[in-house]
Nanobody, 124 residues
Framework: QGQLVESGGGLAQAGGSLRLTCVDS????????LSWFRQAPGKDREFVAGIGWTGRTYYKNSVEGRFTISRDNAKNTVYLQMDRLEPEDTALYYCAAENRGPGNSRLLTLYGRWGQGTQVTVSA
């Protein structure tokens, strides 16, 4: 089984931007639904954004209009462009893959593979 590897996390000021990248070493990438989740200390892991194998996108309400998820199937890569960051966006961000996923799955167990996470910290 292939691995998902996230990168691009770091420190940003409120109002700033970061771009997260997740690269899949597996196969049949174009058949995957891909999502970004995040987890802050003491909080549940929550859905942030997803993109289905069809290309349709979905977003958590609080990031709608600020974050953009996209994919490049030729590079086995999914991105999360994060603009107008807020301190509430601070969390460990994970990418996850679901076979033939629509891109809007909230149930964690539907995802067969997870990345190791990349930390995003936003200062006020």
């Amino acid at each position: 089984q292939g691995q998902l590897v996230e990168s691009g996390g770091g420190l940003a000021q409120a109002g700033g931007s970061l771009r997260l990248t997740c690269v899949d070493s597996g196969r049949l990438f174009d058949r995957l639904g891909l999502s970004w989740f995040r987890q802050a200390p003491g909080k549940d892991r929550e859905f942030v954004a997803g993109i289905g194998w069809t290309g349709r996108t979905y977003y958590k309400n609080s990031v709608e209009g600020r974050f953009t998820i996209s994919r490049d199937n030729a590079k086995n890569t999914v991105y999360l462009q994060m603009d107008r960051l807020e301190p509430e966006d601070t969390a460990l961000y994970y990418c996850a893959a679901e076979n033939r996923g629509p891109g809007n799955s909230r149930l964690l167990t539907l995802y067969g593979r997870w990345g190791q996470g990349t930390q995003v910290t936003v200062s006020a």
